[in-house]
């Protein structure tokens, strides 16, 4: 059964959120453990050639990672600077922005936890601040001034 172009764009858009996490979480680790995160880098590479190679199991896939089988990474609990961080580095790699939801689920996938009524406040901060533009409602890209700061920095 072929997938309609809607899933297949939700499908990608859910992956490129899943390898910004990645990206976040490897940034974090280099600074931490550059070896080890070299060690994991190549381990993640090594996972998705596999997935896309000429011999590899290319049938729809129906059963996820069971719980117990999923990494437990947490972000330390070091305030909303961090939660901001996160938010600014996902949006920075997604050109076309991101709507609250896929804000929302980044920030799961990355085991963030915040309320999204929280997560809207927050935004509309960030908005006020002139960290993001809004060109519809509920939907956040990076300002021409935080991209700025981001390409100087």
């Known amino acids: 059964m072929a997938l309609s172009s809607d899933v297949v764009r939700q499908v ?4 490129l959120v899943k390898a910004d996490v990645l990206a976040y979480h490897l940034g974090n680790l280099v600074v931490t453990d550059a070896e080890r995160a070299k060690a994991v880098y190549e381990e993640i590479v090594g996972r998705l050639r596999d997935a896309v190679s000429p011999g ?3 049938a729809p896939k129906s059963e996820l ?3 117990d089988r ?4 947490r972000l330390a609990k070091s305030g909303g600077d961090e939660i901001e961080d996160f ?8 050109p076309r922005g ?5 804000i929302v689920d980044g920030l799961q996938e990355a085991e963030i936890e915040i309320k999204r009524a929280t997560l809207v406040v927050r ?3 960030m908005l006020q601040a002139g960290k993001l533009t809004s060109r519809t ?3 956040y890209v990076l300002s021409e001034a935080e991209h700025n700061r981001r390409q100087s920095a």
């Open 12 to 15: 990608e858009q859910d992956l």
């Open 56 to 58: 590899a199991d290319l």
């Open 65 to 67: 990672l069971s719980l």
């Open 70 to 73: 999923r990494p437990n990474v």
């Open 87 to 94: 938010i600014l580095e996902i949006l920075a790699h997604s």
């Open 98 to 102: 991101l709507s609250v939801q896929e």
């Open 123 to 125: 935004l509309h901060r």
């Open 137 to 139: 409602h509920g939907h």
